[in-house]
């Protein structure tokens, strides 16, 4: 991925309609500890491992801010989000800039210090695609909470969501 994620990610995202068809290879997880709530639909594939969220709109403040213990590619699929993008300054976690992004924005994340938080504006569905674990981690606090599957019903309804956003 020396040329970066996001060519992988568009020739994986073409792929998608038809993994979507076989849900049992997929994983799920509802997402409640931290605004915003996020529920995720995810598979390991040997491009890395392939997210799919559904994630709700949160006020000013609320959202996450979160390094990845990865680097990764995303695209908005729907929606529209605020995106910050910071580091740990002296110490403290800083924002850095804010843009605000919308359907069809495609971007990356491949600096192992970088934080970021996503704010949806409305409800949003996003792909992102994640490569190997960094050799040096950042270091953040994760939840002690278990965080619990989506149900049946839920995890077909997502799945035909994002299957008519990626064939349209």
């Not at 971007?107 to 674990?133: I, K």
Request: net charge negative.
């Amino acid at each position: 991925m020396a040329d970066g994620m996001i060519p992988v990610l568009i020739a994986l995202e073409a792929q998608l309609p038809a993994l979507l068809e076989d849900l049992d290879a997929w994983q799920t997880l509802d997402i409640t500890y931290h605004p915003p709530h996020v529920e995720r639909l995810w598979m390991q594939r040997p491009e890395g491992r392939v997210f799919l969220h559904r994630i709700e709109a949160c006020e000013p403040g609320e959202a996450l801010f979160h390094p990845h213990d990865w680097p990764s590619a995303m695209k908005i699929l729907a929606g529209r989000y605020e995106h910050g993008v910071g580091a740990a300054i002296d110490g403290e976690v800083q924002t850095l800039s804010v843009a605000r992004l919308s359907a069809g924005t495609y971007y990356e994340m491949t600096n192992p210090r970088t934080y970021h938080w996503v704010r949806p504006l409305e409800e949003v569905h996003t792909l992102m695609l994640a490569g190997p674990l960094y050799a040096e981690r950042p270091r953040f606090p994760k939840p002690d909470a278990r965080q619990g599957p989506l149900t049946p019903e839920r995890k077909r309804a997502l799945a035909e969501r994002f299957g008519a956003l990626l064939s349209s």
